[in-house]
């Protein structure tokens, strides 16, 4: 939930800044800065990267019948979460401020928040490099997820995890909506 929550933040800021950048007075300034480089990020990367990891992380259990350490997931996320405004919200400032897109270097009075950017990547590896680990260990030495661990009432949790290649040996019934949890 942290990563769908996550992706409604950046990808709605991406959404933002992309009308700012459609507005023909503003374009006109920030139109090859580095401001429609963070719009961009905050847009594709925001949008599909937490999004991914998100469905990643909701999925997991039931793709490989593991379960990750949620407080280390909880961690890695909060890091990478950080890295990611570290990183991009700078790009804004930058292209506010004239630094053009595509330059291999840049004036000196646009170094500190380069060095910024330059930090929170290594803030936002680190914080993907621990989500990632968290998984691949529980590929190895998780506890097994039973068939439904998050607590679902629709039919695919009501499969053993890993599901068999075939999922159901015969035709479910279905008696209840979806979402009664038994009431």
Same mark, same amino acid.
């Given at each position: 939930?942290?990563?769908?929550?996550?992706?409604?933040?950046?990808?709605?800021?991406?959404?933002? *800044?992309?009308?700012? @950048?459609?507005?023909?007075?503003? #374009?006109?300034?920030?139109?090859?800065?580095?401001?429609?480089?963070?719009?961009?990020?905050?847009?594709? !990367?925001?949008?599909?990267?937490?999004?991914?990891?998100? @469905?990643?992380?909701?999925?997991?259990?039931?793709?490989?019948? $593991? $379960?990750? #350490?949620?407080?280390?997931?909880?961690?890695?996320?909060?890091?990478? !979460?950080?890295?990611?405004?570290?990183?991009?919200?700078?790009? !804004? +400032?930058?292209?506010?401020?004239?630094?053009?897109? $595509?330059?291999?270097?840049?004036?000196?009075?646009?170094?500190?928040?380069?060095?910024?950017?330059?930090?929170?990547?290594?803030?936002? =590896?680190?914080?993907?490099?621990?989500?990632?680990?968290?998984? =691949? $260990? @529980?590929?190895? +030495?998780?506890? *097994?997820?039973?068939?439904?661990?998050?607590?679902?009432? *629709?039919?695919?949790? *009501?499969?053993?995890?890993?599901?068999? @290649?075939?999922? !159901?040996?015969?035709?479910?019934?279905?008696?209840?909506?979806?979402?009664?949890?038994?009431?």
């Amino acid at each position: 939930m942290l990563c769908a929550l996550s992706f409604i933040f950046y990808f709605s800021i991406g959404g933002i *800044t992309g009308l700012t @950048a459609g507005a023909l007075a503003t #374009d006109v300034h920030v139109h090859d800065t580095y401001f429609i480089v963070g719009h961009f990020h905050y847009v594709m !990367f925001g949008g599909t990267g937490f999004a991914f990891l998100g @469905a990643l992380h909701y999925w997991f259990p039931k793709m490989f019948g $593991r $379960r990750y #350490d949620e407080r280390t997931a909880r961690v890695g996320w909060a890091i990478f !979460f950080v890295g990611f405004f570290v990183l991009y919200s700078p790009m !804004f +400032s930058l292209g506010l401020h004239g630094m053009p897109r $595509r330059y291999y270097t840049y004036p000196p009075e646009f170094h500190a928040l380069h060095a910024v950017s330059t930090v929170g990547s290594w803030i936002l =590896a680190f914080g993907l490099a621990l989500m990632f680990w968290n998984l =691949a $260990r @529980a590929l190895r +030495s998780g506890k *097994t997820a039973g068939s439904n661990p998050w607590g679902g009432t *629709t039919l695919e949790w *009501t499969v053993p995890s890993p599901p068999p @290649a075939e999922d !159901f040996p015969e035709i479910p019934t279905v008696t209840e909506a979806p979402y009664g949890y038994g009431e």
